[in-house]
């Protein structure tokens, strides 16, 4: 049995849920989500929370339990906190700057990457080595955040590129003389 799927969704004060033709749909301070429903699973209101269940004993229905209640659990927190990634640039010239609906980075090619910041983003550069990336939808901020880190990822050497933040990268030791 499912650890997490076993775990009801709680929905605070201020959210509202709907369980209707196959969608649930969360309503929050930040704006709304929706989630297509699985034909194995069973998702229930009861009270303040949202009660997701096999709806079969197979095993396509055990797998996807605890993946759904995640995505449930995140629908949740979409629209009360939102979610957030931070990417550090590392290397001499190496800089981002956030204008309209547009990201500029330069990553040492011989032009400018002009990354276009879909709907649903919010891009921000509190100095030109930092981009914070935010949004109420976890999947997509975290797609962009991939896609944006993709453009120059850190190389092992001198660990120069678009990094997560907090992200360890293994560093090796340069050719011997």
């Given amino acids: 049995m499912s650890r997490i799927g076993k775990k009801p969704v709680t929905i605070p004060s ?76 590392t290397g001499v010239g190496y800089r981002a700057a956030a204008q309209g609906k547009n990201l ?24 030109n080595t930092t981009v914070l990336i935010s949004g109420i939808d976890k999947q997509k901020v975290g797609q962009v955040a991939a896609e944006i880190r993709r453009w120059r990822k850190p190389e092992p050497y001198k660990g120069k590129g678009i990094k997560y933040a907090g992200e360890f990268i293994f560093r090796k030791e340069g050719k011997k003389k």
């Fill in 14 to 89: 201020g959210v509202t849920a709907d369980i209707a033709n196959g969608v649930i749909t969360v309503k929050g301070p930040k704006g709304t989500l929706t989630l297509t429903m699985r034909e194995e699973i069973s998702y229930t209101m009861d009270g303040s929370a949202i009660l997701v269940k096999p709806a079969n004993d197979t095993k396509a229905a055990r797998a996807f339990w605890g993946m759904q209640r995640t995505l449930v659990d995140n629908l949740v927190t979409g629209v009360t906190e939102g979610y957030t990634k931070t990417l550090n640039i």
């Fill in 104 to 127: 500029k980075l330069q990553l040492g090619y011989s032009h400018d990457v002009d990354f276009a910041i879909p709907d649903g983003i919010d891009i921000k550069t509190p100095d």
